[in-house]
C-alpha cells in the first residue's frame, strides 16, 4: 500500500539528502512546496517526493545549476538535448571565434 504522505526523516532517507537540503530545496525551487500538519511538520506527497528525485538528479548527477534546474522545471531547457543545442548563439558564435583563434595560435607555435 501507497503512503498518501511521508515526513521530512522519511523523505530523507528515500532520497539520500539531508534535511538542511530539502529545506533549502524549498526555498529555492517553488515547484516544491510540502504542506505542514498541525503541528508543523512537512507532509511531502508522492508528486513531490519524485520531485526532489528529479531535482537531485538534475544537480548531482547531470551537473545542473539551480539556475538550469528551474528552467528545466519550467520547460524551459531540454534536459536530454546536448548541451551545445541549449547555448544561446551569440554564446556559441564567441566559442567558434575563441576556436578559431586558438587554432590559429597553436599553428604559429
Not at 533549502?24 to 517526493?49: H, I, M, Q
Not at 528525485?53 to 528551474?70: N, P, Q, S
Amino acid at each position: 500500500m501507497k503512503k498518501l504522505y511521508y515526513s521530512m526523516g522519511e523523505v530523507s532517507k528515500l532520497t539520500g539528502l539531508a534535511p538542511h537540503v530539502l529545506r533549502n530545496w524549498e526555498k529555492s525551487f517553488d515547484e516544491l512546496s510540502p504542506k505542514k500538519n498541525s503541528a508543523g511538520n512537512r507532509a511531502y506527497k508522492d508528486e513531490e517526493v519524485e520531485l526532489i528525485f528529479r531535482i537531485k538528479e538534475l544537480l548531482m548527477e547531470k551537473k545542473f545549476t539551480t539556475a538550469g534546474v528551474k528552467k528545466v522545471l519550467r520547460g524551459e531547457l531540454d534536459p536530454t538535448a546536448p548541451i551545445s543545442e541549449n547555448v544561446p548563439v551569440d554564446v556559441k558564435k564567441d566559442l567558434t571565434e575563441i576556436k578559431v583563434f586558438l587554432n590559429e595560435l597553436l599553428e604559429k607555435l
